[in-house]
């Protein structure tokens, strides 16, 4: 059986080639009710536009690339959900890499994208990322950082408030009548950590002066908070509170917790950042800072669409964060006044 050409649909649909390949590219200047003609016919024909042809005619892959530190956990799913949904609503297609958070991976991973797409979304949250990014994309090629360090000239960034957020869950704590709060810092070198830790300092140096600062560090992971919880459990003087980077190392702290037989939040108090779905299922439900990472993915996908467009600026713009009070921060009752 002959395969089914753009010709046959332009029969059906009684107009002209042109008219079909405008109305399946999603142009704008196709009459609705032509569109729909053209659509019907398409499906009744079981028609699938050539990738090929229509990248040499329009001079685009319809495919977005997306290069990140890792896929593992629900930070990454989410985020590969929020650029899905928007992608599959424009009709383009996904090209997901992974570099596991290999600076030389991640350059490789670039590369390998170059002709395959129309623009990039990449995530390097690195604190180095300028330098890091520099020698791997081109200034006229279309690309929007995720939660990376502003800096590269003529790249659109698009980021978290981690600063912001962390002074937010310190007030919080200090509000709750908390005194000795602990920190599990993320990576070293990772961007976001970076922002955190520093609003935790800054905020613990403002609000409780007195109070040196205690951090443990971390690695985003659950296992690198189970490390950090242990640690704590067996030092002689634990903390009121404990403040983890992220969800996942809240979470492994949680379960070193609850190993040992330790209250929360009777005996420790603890909260995280990002609220990642399981972060309201586990008990307590744990304390965090909401990061709406699906919209973020979203956000990232709709500004890369319309710098592919040429109908954006590449900008920087910051996403707000909110605190999300639950059962895990507690608060600390003062001691009884002696009689």
Known sequence: MPSVTIKDVARVAQVSVATVSR???GHGNVAEEVRNRVFAAAKELRYTPHAAARSLSS???QTLGVVLPDLHGEFFSELIRGIDQVARAQRLHLLVSSYHGNPEEQGAALGAMRGRVDGLLVMSPFVETPSLLGEHLEPSFPAVLINSQAGLDGTAVLGVDNYGGAVAMVEHLVAAG??????IAGPTDNFDAHE??????DTLARLLPDVPARVLQGDFDEASGHRAGRDLLASSQRPDAVFAAN????????FAFAQAGVN??????LAGFDDIPLARYVHPALTTIRVNIAELGARAARLLIELVAGEAASESSVI????????SSGTRLPPPRSP
């Not at 955190?196 to 300092?201: A, P, Q, V």
């Open 247 to 254: 969800d996942m190392m809240a979470l492994g702290c949680l």
């Open 59 to 61: 001079r685009r892959t």
């Open 178 to 183: 908390h005194r000795h709060i602990a920190f």
């Open 320 to 327: 707000s964060t909110e605190l999300i009070v639950r059962e």
């Open 23 to 25: 109305a399946l590219n």
């Open 264 to 269: 929360v939040p009777a005996d420790m108090a």
């Open 196 to 201: 955190r830790l520093r609003g935790y300092r």
